[in-house]
């Protein structure tokens, strides 16, 4: 099992930007996809971005592709989610997901990750 704990939410107006990082616990980071979801309130929880293990390939849901980054320090055990031109429509909890199967090269949609942080509040101002 891996332990995620998400920092850097808040509240930013829009066109503003964040940067979300999750630093995970356990030796097996190196070896899991990771990916960012979201969830506003009476939605239900979405895919934002996942990444590889060794933080060469990427995945984006449409609805950020272009303004969000996705990125791993597997020194430091941490995974960051950079938002840019942020949007009212981006206002949500966004929580950090572990990859299910160590090394594996699916890492987008929820039935690929096992192990999920708390979530971290960001709101967008308009």
């Known amino acids: 099992q891996v332990q995620l704990v998400e920092s850097g939410g808040g509240l930013v107006q829009a066109g503003g930007s964040l940067r979300l990082s999750c630093a995970a616990s356990?030796?097996?980071?190196?070896?899991?996809?990771m990916g960012w979801f979201r969830q506003a309130p009476g939605k239900e929880r979405e895919f934002v971005a996942g990444?590889?293990?060794?933080?060469?390939?990427?995945f984006y849901a449409g609805s950020v592709k272009g303004r969000f980054t996705i990125s791993r320090d597997n020194s430091k055990n941490t995974v960051y989610l950079q938002m840019n031109s942020l949007k009212s429509e981006d206002t949500a909890v966004y929580y950090c997901?572990?990859?299910?199967?160590?090394?594996?090269?699916?890492?987008?949609?929820?039935?690929?990750?096992?192990?999920w942080g708390q979530g971290t509040q960001v709101t967008v101002s308009s």
């Open positions: 997901a572990a990859g299910s199967t160590p090394f594996g090269s699916s890492y987008s949609s929820y039935s690929d990750f096992g192990s």
């Open positions: 356990g030796r097996t980071f190196s070896s899991r996809p």
């Open positions: 990444i590889s293990t060794n933080g060469l390939g990427t």
